[in-house]
């Protein structure tokens, strides 16, 4: 029975009325309750496609044909009319009216590190603050301390980036990401085989289930006695993390990463790549309530050999962000699926010596999909050689405030610092996107 089915109350008198409540010895009712209690409490999610050293997304969402800053790709058509984008998109292009490209973006770091930092939080660093990631400020309004899985999980980008440290901040440990695969997102065809797994999320050969609860309920009562009267943050994380471990040991909870359980035509359609599969994964994980996931795709700082360099990077992304977004479509979760794909920034439109484009946040672009924003539109515009925008700039706390707002979360509302100061979920001087929401 599928864990979408709903019943009004004009449905129930009408099957009250044909005796239907009657004949609950055959196990219909005990069946719907059943699948009721085991379905997910259904919220809005966010999948961000993090695509990692800043894409030059004036080859991606904001060509300028016939100029010198244009290089060498052309623009195609996309399903609606007058909005085009990069051909090596083609797949994405056909998606256009479930998509808002935002073509007005304009930040001041050029740094990655502190780009990322505010791209991810959407604060600059400041001294002892420790701001969360916007996947931790999701999952902690979502929280839902019955789930077995967790509310934020990245998938492929964080073993070995400087956003490794970009986690629950002042939330607390409970809130950061689930790291899974080390791969980094890479771009090339292969895939390891255990790129995307969560190692030791079964028990070992010699362990049974009756031994293994001894010893959990052995370490709770260790943790218990060292935890008292300390109140040790070390102690909290230490606690946090080996509850996580258990709840994903479940196998409801572990099957959800099982990504040999989805046909291979599907795996094919999204791309056998990091990236294709954690864009699977991620489907698979909203699908059971997973509040935030990130996924990504590392090689866009692209100061050598741009334009090769992009052309292979948009084989990957066109196929898994379109086989994303039909998925979501057609298992009826794009509504309540806010998709965003972006980087830290963007690259300049005057191409360097080495064929290759430097960084450049004064005008960029990002994308927004489903989560019931109005898509099948462009937002702002930047001017003809691409060097700025044209018109009132969308910076990154607009960005993250409109993201916040789609999925029903108040970007004004207010959480306590660990340097007992409230900080907002987005920059006070934020405005969403209007256009968009």
Request: charged share 25%; aromatic share 6%; with cysteine.
């Amino acid at each position: 029975m599928s864990g979408s089915f709903r019943l009004s109350r004009r449905d129930w008198l009408r099957l009250a009325a044909v005796g239907a409540v009657g004949v609950s010895q055959s196990g219909w009712l005990q069946a719907l309750a059943a699948n009721t209690a085991g379905a997910p409490k259904r919220h809005k999610s966010v999948i961000l496609l993090w695509l990692n050293g800043g894409p030059a997304t004036i080859d991606l969402w904001d060509l300028k044909p016939g100029h010198e800053n244009g290089g060498p790709f052309k623009e195609i058509a996309t399903a609606v009319p007058g909005v085009r984008i990069g051909e090596h998109l083609p797949k994405v292009a056909k998606q256009m009216k479930e998509m808002a490209i935002v073509r007005s973006m304009a930040t001041k770091e050029g740094d990655h590190g502190r780009a990322r930092f505010v791209s991810l939080t959407g604060y600059a660093p400041q001294g002892a603050i420790q701001f969360p990631a916007i996947g931790s400020l999701v999952s902690h309004e979502f929280a839902d301390p019955d789930t077995d899985l967790p509310g934020f999980v990245s998938i492929g980008g964080r073993a070995n980036g400087g956003e490794a440290a970009i986690g629950g901040g002042f939330l607390g440990p409970r809130f950061s990401p689930l790291v899974v695969g080390g791969g980094r997102g890479r771009p090339g065809p292969a895939m390891g085989a255990d790129d995307l797994k969560v190692p030791d999320l079964s028990l070992p050969a010699d362990v049974s289930a009756a031994s293994q609860t001894k010893r959990l309920d052995l370490l709770s009562g260790l943790e218990r006695d060292f935890e008292s009267g300390r109140g040790s943050p070390v102690a909290d994380t230490l606690k946090a993390a080996t509850d996580r471990a258990v709840r994903l040991m479940r196998p409801e909870a572990a099957a959800a990463f099982r990504l040999e359980d989805e046909k291979d035509t599907l795996r094919d359609t999204y791309g056998r790549t990091t990236f294709g599969q954690g864009c699977l994964l991620a489907r698979r994980l909203v699908e059971r309530g997973v509040s935030f996931v990130e996924v990504t795709l590392d090689g866009w700082d692209t100061h050598q050999n741009n334009f090769t360099s992009v052309e292979r990077l948009c084989g990957n992304l066109d196929a898994a962000f379109s086989a994303l977004l039909t998925d979501l479509k057609e298992r009826g979760l794009l509504q309540d699926t806010l998709v965003v794909c972006q980087g830290e920034f963007g690259r300049t439109p005057k191409i360097n010596g080495n064929t290759g484009r430097d960084h450049w946040p004064a005008s960029w672009a990002a994308v927004m999909a489903g989560g019931g924003i109005k898509g099948g539109q462009v937002v702002g515009k930047t001017t003809k050689d691409g060097m700025a925008v044209d018109g009132d700039p969308t910076r990154t706390p607009d960005l993250i405030a409109t993201v916040v707002k789609a999925v029903g979360i108040d970007p004004m509302k207010q959480n306590m610092s660990n340097v007992s100061r409230p900080i907002r979920i987005a920059d006070p001087a934020a405005k969403p996107i209007k256009e968009i929401l």
